[in-house]
């Protein structure tokens, strides 16, 4: 996704609500605020390796179920992303095993005033706008298959 399309993507994947907001109105399950209190007001510049965020946000054998599935709809929504991928360090300071997926906030990369910056369009609109932007960029498309790739 180009970064110009980022606002207008932000606010139809999130309705125009802030994580805080969509979870107060009850729009979000309280395993997804377990994960988004780590990039939350004082953790809002987090970046946390996925194994460490899974520990910290309460999943693993004795606790919450599904955190893939929750990582992927807070990604799905933007408000979460892979920020990088790194190796662990073991307590000597050292590199090893594969690469882990690093998470942090969309806001904590590009800002949260650029990221918010739609919120004041009504979402169906940023829905539309992208729409119009597939039909130009692939005019073969039809509105099925663009409708099943932005979903």
């Not at 932000?10 to 979870?23: K, P, Q, S, V």
């Not at 996925?50 to 709809?73: H, M, P, V, Y």
């Not at 739609?118 to 692939?138: A, F, G, L, R, T």
């Amino acid at each position: 996704m180009l970064k110009k399309w980022l606002p207008v993507f932000a606010n139809y994947r999130r309705d125009g609500y802030d994580f805080d907001a969509l979870y107060d109105d009850g729009k979000a399950p309280n395993k997804h605020k377990k994960i988004m209190v780590n990039f939350m007001e004082d953790n809002a510049d987090s970046e946390i390796y996925s194994n460490e965020l899974k520990k910290q946000a309460g999943f693993g054998k004795n606790g919450e179920k599904g955190f893939d599935g929750a990582i992927t709809n807070l990604m799905m929504q933007t408000y979460l992303c892979n920020c990088d991928f790194k190796k662990r360090v073991n307590k000597r300071g050292i590199e090893y095993g594969w690469d882990v997926a690093v998470y942090s906030s969309i806001e904590h990369i590009y800002g949260y005033d650029y990221v918010t910056s739609c919120y004041k369009d009504n979402p169906q609109d940023s829905w539309k706008q992208i729409v119009d932007y597939m039909h130009e960029m692939y005019p073969e498309a039809t509105d099925k298959q663009i409708r099943k790739l932005l979903k």
